[in-house]
């Protein structure tokens, strides 16, 4: 856990433990296929845009919140239920808000998962970087 968590906080500019309070859920219609499709004949649908909103914990990297809300692109039909434990979730910020940097950037928010977050965040803190990797 220790390789992959200090990667993901390494390669996002963000990072909080938070506890989940919504997720909506809309369709994510390809843009490139809706201009070829006949008039009356619906797009398929293939991705999903989850939205979550959750209470901030603690911010363990980048500026303090209260409250996030992010969006992450998924599978059409992969699981969006919410948990009341509290998650640690490393985001990118683009034009819409906050967004999920990809797999392996979300860890269940233990003890022991805390404490090491907040030494690989204030490790980082320490050093320059401008570039993320997992974030567009």
């Known amino acids: 856990m220790k390789d992959g968590m200090a990667r ?6 963000h990072a909080f433990v938070v506890v989940h309070t919504r997720v ?8 490139r296929t809706g201009a070829s499709l006949l008039h009356g004949e619906m797009p398929s649908i293939t991705e999903e845009r ?3 909103e959750a209470r901030v914990l603690e911010t363990l990297r980048g500026r303090t919140m209260r409250r ?6 998924v599978d059409s039909g ?4 919410l948990s009341s434990r509290p998650e640690i979730v ?3 910020r683009g034009a819409r808000g906050f967004y999920g940097a990809g797999v392996g950037t979300s860890f269940r928010a233990s003890r022991d998962s805390v404490v090491l977050a907040r030494t690989l965040a204030k490790d980082l803190a320490t050093k320059l970087t401008d570039k993320f ?4």
């Open 90 to 92: 490393m985001l990118c």
């Open 133 to 136: 990797g997992y974030c567009d």
């Open 78 to 81: 992969d699981s969006a239920a």
């Open 68 to 73: 996030i809300r992010y969006e992450v692109i």
């Open 24 to 31: 909506a859920i809309e369709p994510v219609i390809d843009e």
């Open 50 to 52: 989850h939205i979550y």
């Open 8 to 13: 993901a906080l390494r390669m996002t500019p």
